[in-house]
């Protein structure tokens, strides 16, 4: 993996299950794949919930999870990120960025 091979922002998959509680380990969470299999599949039923990933040459870099929440005061949907992590050695390339972008279109 190189700074100029491209990344790929996209829904996460059950398959990346063995890299999300690695990348959340870095953000201070413990590591544990098993519940954040079966969070993933509740989310992946929710159109209100999101989580994305980015890809670089097949591996998972980083990852998004954002929530739609309804505002009772303006009627109006609002976009919250909840967790956010790009892998620390190679963090100040964009990837966040990418991510963000992505949940604001999805949003």
Do not use: F, N
């Not at 996209?10 to 890299?19: E, K, L, M, N, T």
């Not at 544990?32 to 929710?46: I, Q």
């Not at 739609?68 to 892998?87: C, D, N, P, W």
Request: proline content about 5%; aromatic content about 2%; overall charge positive.
């Amino acid at each position: 993996m190189t700074l100029h091979d491209p990344i790929t922002v996209r829904r996460v998959i059950d398959d990346d299950c063995a890299s999300i509680p690695e990348l959340m380990k870095q953000l201070g969470y413990p590591k544990s794949p098993s519940p954040c299999e079966a969070r993933l599949k509740r989310l992946a039923l929710s159109c209100s919930e999101l989580v994305l990933v980015a890809e670089r040459t097949s591996e998972i870099v980083g990852a998004l999870g954002i929530h739609l929440k309804s505002l009772l005061h303006k009627g109006v949907y609002m976009g919250r990120i909840t967790a956010l992590v790009v892998r620390e050695d190679i963090r100040g390339q964009g990837i966040g960025k990418s991510l963000v972008q992505e949940a604001e279109r999805w949003a």
